[in-house]
């Protein structure tokens, strides 16, 4: 892959012109910026994204607070029509709460890939260096001080009761908010390591990330830009994930004596992928009128767009000349999807790796499914780690199954956060897109491991 193909893209958000997923969220950019083929050490590279992520998040809590401060001192002025404020706090208050949880989840899968290679990342960071987490908390703190939790004569009588819920309701979820977000800075600041001579803002590219979601935008309604943010974080580790994929094909083809690092590998897109599946829910923090704000600006551009998830699907080993050929037509210049995925249509992805990595060890000559699945039966037989010579190609082929549940996991979330947001609507790709019925389409294809599905019919007690 050469450096234009992969900051290129054939999709130019113009003014009052269409507007295109990948320009829309800036892939090419994000790409660029995690600097995929340039970041040597992979630790290094899951540390980066988890921040660059992290980073994000902590954006549209800013603006959040920002928003939900200007609401409470509505209401506790006594200035406020309605409980509208109130409501649009609860709201603000539990999306901060789903982020913290999704982040203290992101932290788990950093330390765990983390410990033990401290020394190879570098200095370790001794003060929390990101100003937007601070601002954030110190928000919080002053509207939970703020707070006066009486009742303004300025509501009609009959509000009153539902006022004294509704505001115990929010402050509960503030401070709850507030500690997730403690958690957070501690586990947080445990595990930044910078390399010698670069910066916190340089590390994660804070001046060119940040401005990125603002700069696509297609209205002024707040909500949009946590929208875009979604689907830039998903496309971070998609990077990331495709890296893993492509160094998990590369041991199987080339380093062919054990498994283990390929292993490791699809362990770590596995779990990626878990994470990525809760995160695809965040817009579902949006009430569904939210999203018509902003919707139909967004003409006919479509996730379906996404050519690093089509990329990390034939990766994985997507043979499905339908499904090709629908990544291919989304752009007026398909040239983008053809050389990007070329290594992939020359036969280098997952499926077929394995395959041959079967064959390498002599578990398998077979060459349909049913075949090599009765071999696979064998070594599944042998349920003792000591007496299975084995032990990592049944490792892998467990990994394997994982990633699969877990891509079909991700696309069925995918389905029911559109499916909670636009019902049976016409999806946004327009003629092509009949929204909800048209993404489950795109999902039935045969199982990229077929072999390995079989085996477990095959099965039986000795």
Known sequence: MTQEIAMTCPHLLQQNGPVHYCSYIGVPELEKLLEVDKEPNRSRLMLRAALMTSELWFKIMRLDVEKLLINVLEIDEGSARDLGPLWEGIKLAR????????????????????????????????????????KVMDDLAAILRARTGSYQASFKAEDAQEYEMLATRLEHDLRE?????????RDLLA?????????????????????????????????????????????????????ELGRAIEVLQTEPARAWPAVEAIRRVATLQALLAQQIQLPL??????????????????????????????????????????????????????????????????????RQYLRFRGVSQGENTEQIAEDLRLLYQTTSAQQNPYLDVLALAEELVQFERNLRLWRDAHIGMVSQMIGTKMGTGGASSSGVAYLRETTRYEPLFPELWLVRTLLKKD
């Open 177 to 185: 908010w507030r500690l997730l977000l403690s958690r957070l800075k």
């Open 95 to 134: 999306r901060g709460i789903a982020l913290g949880r999704l982040l203290n989840q992101q932290n788990s899968i950093l330390e765990s890939e983390l410990a033990g290679k401290e020394s190879e990342l570098g200095h370790k960071v001794e003060e929390n260096p990101s100003w937007q987490l601070i």
């Open 285 to 354: 923090t949006m009430f569904p009128g939210d999203f018509l704000q902003f919707r139909e600006q967004l003409g006919e551009s479509s996730g379906l767009e996404s050519y690093q998830f089509r990329e990390l699907e034939l990766l994985g080993g997507l043979r499905d000349e339908v499904h090709v050929h629908r990544m291919k037509v989304l752009g007026h210049n398909a040239s983008l999807y053809v050389d990007r995925l070329r290594h992939v249509n020359e036969g280098r992805n997952l499926a077929e790796a394995f």
């Open 191 to 243: 595990q930044i390591y910078l390399p010698g001579g670069v910066s916190y803002e340089r590390f994660t590219h804070l001046k060119t990330l940040l401005p990125l979601s603002d700069r696509s935008r297609v209205s002024d309604w707040h909500d949009e830009t946590m929208f875009i943010v979604v689907h830039e974080a998903t496309e971070l580790w998609f990077s990331v994930i495709i890296r």
